[in-house]
């Protein structure tokens, strides 16, 4: 049989203002074992001196596969983002936020993923330890990776726990390690809710990205992740990696995890997700509306009118939710 070379991928890393992390967050795409890439990083006009911080770090590596563009505005999430994709080409891509970290399997583990005899996903998503400022681990996972998040701490009043998913402690390193696991689940269901953790968590297809990536970089400052992700798995669904191949940091800055880690569901956020859900769900309608013709020639008619309907429910079920929820609290 002739050999089959593997496809090049493209990683996009977006930086504003974060001097501290962005080194670490370069360095952990530099140590892939996966050495066939591209990746430019973005910087969304920082004020800080993270564009000399990314520069030192480029100069310290010398490695061609590394380019840096400075943005003369503030385009927000979505526009840096646009910028990178314009930047590269390769057939599959990654991004990653400048705060998180990569495993140096991640690029290997998630193309592995893809190339699965089974079932060609739109995109793959894998579990996340948590990591302060530090470097410290605060959990080892989230609770809700691949679970329906209303259902996932129902009956755990005595759970059991699977001993494989608990750590071996190296306490002379000051280090912890889990064993691995058969990890795939295949996420065909066309819903909208979160099961997943970030962004810097997925690899896509970029046929699939050019699809539905948000052609409106001001309304998509922030949250960008949850309009391309859902519409990612309405269009094509995602394989789920239960391993956590990425550290995604605390640091008391983050844009929308704002809250400690208290421990049980890991609330990480303060806002009131409600309106952002239904904001981004009208947002999803009005594109694929409006871009009937594009969004029909790539899914066909039937699937495109079936995605139509599924988000015009998921909109009516989350009007009816929160009545439901302010009439309790009136009660």
């Known amino acids: 049989m002739t050999e089959i070379r593997l496809p090049r991928i493209s990683v996009v890393v977006t930086c504003y203002n974060c001097r501290d992390y962005i080194a670490a967050a370069i360095r952990s795409v530099a140590q892939q074992s996966l050495r066939d890439f591209e990746c430019v990083i973005v910087d969304d006009a920082s004020t800080d001196d993270s564009v000399a911080v990314v520069e030192q770090t480029l100069a310290e590596l010398a490695d061609s596969r590394f380019r840096h563009i400075r943005l003369d505005r503030n385009v927000g999430q979505t526009g840096a983002t646009r910028r990178g994709l314009a930047e590269t080409n390769a057939m599959f891509v990654c991004f990653l936020d400048s705060d998180d970290l990569w495993n140096p399997d991640f690029l290997e583990r998630h193309l592995a993923a893809h190339l699965n005899e089974s079932y060609a996903v739109g995109f793959t998503a894998c579990n996340a330890r948590l990591i302060n400022g530090q470097d410290e681990l605060i959990a080892g996972g989230m609770y809700w990776f691949g679970k329906d998040r209303a259902r996932a701490d129902r009956d755990l009043a005595f759970a059991a726990l699977d001993a494989s998913r608990v750590p071996k402690l190296d306490v002379a390193r000051g280090t912890a390690g889990w064993e691995s696991h058969t990890p795939y689940h295949l996420y065909t269901k066309r819903v909208v809710h979160w099961v997943w953790v970030s962004t ?64 049980g569901r890991l609330h990480l956020s303060s806002r009131n997700w409600g309106n952002t859900y239904s904001t981004m769900l009208d947002r999803m309608l009005s594109a694929m509306t409006r871009e009937e013709e594009r969004f029909v020639t790539a899914l066909g008619d039937r699937q495109y009118r079936r995605m139509v309907l599924r988000m015009r429910a998921a909109r009516a079920n989350l009007v009816v939710g929160w009545a439901l929820t302010i009439r309790s609290w009136l009660i």
């Open 200 to 263: 810097s968590s997925m690899m896509f297809r970029r046929s699939l990205i050019n699809l539905v990536f948000p052609e409106d970089d001001e309304a998509f400052r922030l949250h960008m992740d949850f309009y391309v992700v859902v519409m990612a798995q309405m269009v094509a669904g995602s394989l789920l990696i239960d391993n956590a191949l990425y550290s995604y940091r605390l640091h008391g800055r983050n844009g929308a995890a704002d809250n400690p880690v208290l421990g």
